[in-house]
């Protein structure tokens, strides 16, 4: 069972490059979300989608874009990156939003922007 | 609203016990347990529903007191296993949409 599968693991990028973080969960779990985590910050919602097609924004989603085509795929893309974006960041899944589904997490993806 | 964590971190040696509290400004409908070892992704504890019962598995058990809008995470006999950084998660409503982490305890056992 591969679960919840971000790639890519570890990105450089530069100020004002474009990129995307794919995350992928083979669960068929409706509920979809990013997190953004940094020292001494705890985990920090981005964007989150209850379903294909339904997307919302999070605690933190500015300088982030999300679309949910699939009830698989829930990508992330940094529109033009800068250095506040250096974080990791976790892809997160649960059947749905019913009380009681245990979220589950992927590997985690090490972002540095210079 | 971003849930409160106390103790920021502990330290402890293996056998002894530790208790970790969350608390938020408004009222809640669940509060999430996760612990997370270092570079690695957050696992589930357990999840403890308003109105529901004190949960626990092995020795790490949570209560949680909706008057007082706080859990607390007791771990019993700390082993070096226990050893992680615990975050508590909250939903405000019934079938919320959003789950908001604090900023977690780091928890160090030491033998």
Known sequence: ?114 | QQPVQSPQAVILREGEDAVINCSSSKALYSVHWYRQKHGEAPVFLMILLKGGEQKGHDKISASFNEKKQQSSLYLTASQLSYSGTYFCGTEMRKRDDKIIFGKGTRLHILP
């Open chain 1, 1 to 114: 069972n591969a679960g919840v599968t971000q790639t890519p693991k570890f990105q450089v990028l530069k100020t004002g490059q474009s990129m995307t973080l794919q995350c992928a969960q083979d669960m068929n779990h409706e509920y979809m979300s990013w997190y953004r985590q940094d020292p001494g910050m705890g985990l920090r919602l981005i964007h989150y989608s209850v379903g294909a097609g339904i997307t919302d924004q999070g605690e933190v989603p500015n300088g982030y874009n999300v679309s949910r085509s699939t009830t698989e795929d829930f990508p992330l893309r940094l529109l033009s990156a800068a250095p506040s974006q250096t974080s990791v960041y976790f892809c997160a899944s649960s059947r749905d939003r019913a009380l009681g589904n245990t979220i589950y997490f992927g590997e985690g993806s090490w972002l540095t922007v210079v």
